[in-house]
């Protein structure tokens, strides 16, 4: 109830306010409208304080003096679960959001042409191991570059270093 009524103290005019936090009390917690207004008393008041203006002290800086609430302590009083957190697209943890960026990211790559990891080292290896055979038949340099479509420094790094690349 906290976290909802804290919510609407930003999206409800305060003169709404405390009416519908009494309903949603009512409606959803099963309290009575005394019940509600005494455990809601703190949200509907600071709410009234900034609706005039009022300021408080925090961290050295005047800010707003409604309950700013985070996504990690809303998530552990809720006790939102991982599993739960794939459902939801914003109430999410830095870790469920750093994952879904790092997929979106990867989707990125992939669609503008990169390979996977393992897939990009196996044609490494192939690239290599062609390099090498070309340079013993007696290919130069520059021709087995022109022939794989690299350079031939690339070409020169392939074949004198252990992995290729």
């Known amino acids: 109830m906290f976290v909802v009524a804290t919510s609407?103290?930003?999206?409800?005019?305060?003169?709404?306010?405390?009416?519908?936090?009494?309903v949603l009390g009512r409606d959803y917690a099963g309290w009575s409208e005394a019940e509600t207004r005494s455990r809601m008393q703190a949200v509907i008041s600071r709410a009234h304080a900034a609706?005039?203006?009022?300021?408080?002290?925090?961290n050295g800086q005047q800010r707003d003096p409604r309950y700013r609430l985070t996504n990690k302590w809303i998530i552990n009083t809720l006790?939102?679960?991982?599993?739960?957190?794939?459902?939801?697209?914003v109430l999410i943890s830095k870790d469920t959001k750093r994952q879904r960026d790092r997929e979106r990211k990867e989707k990125a790559r992939?669609?503008?042409?990169?390979?996977?990891?393992?897939?990009?080292?196996?044609e490494a290896r192939e690239k290599r191991s062609l390099a090498l055979e070309l340079r013993e038949q007696g290919m130069s340099?520059?021709?087995?570059?022109?022939?794989?479509?690299?350079?031939?420094t690339q070409i020169k790094r392939m074949i004198s270093t252990p992995q290729g690349w």
Do not use: C, W
């Not at 006790?79 to 697209?89: F, L, Q, V």
């Not at 022109?146 to 350079?151: F, N």
């Open 141 to 152: 340099l520059r021709e087995i570059g022109k022939t794989l479509g690299v350079s031939h």
């Open 110 to 122: 992939r669609a503008r042409g990169a390979k996977p990891r393992d897939e990009y080292e196996a």
């Open 79 to 89: 006790g939102i679960t991982p599993s739960e957190e794939k459902e939801m697209e």
């Open 8 to 22: 609407l103290a930003k999206l409800v005019e305060p003169q709404f306010l405390e009416r519908e936090i009494l």
């Open 51 to 58: 609706s005039v203006g009022d300021k408080v002290e925090y």
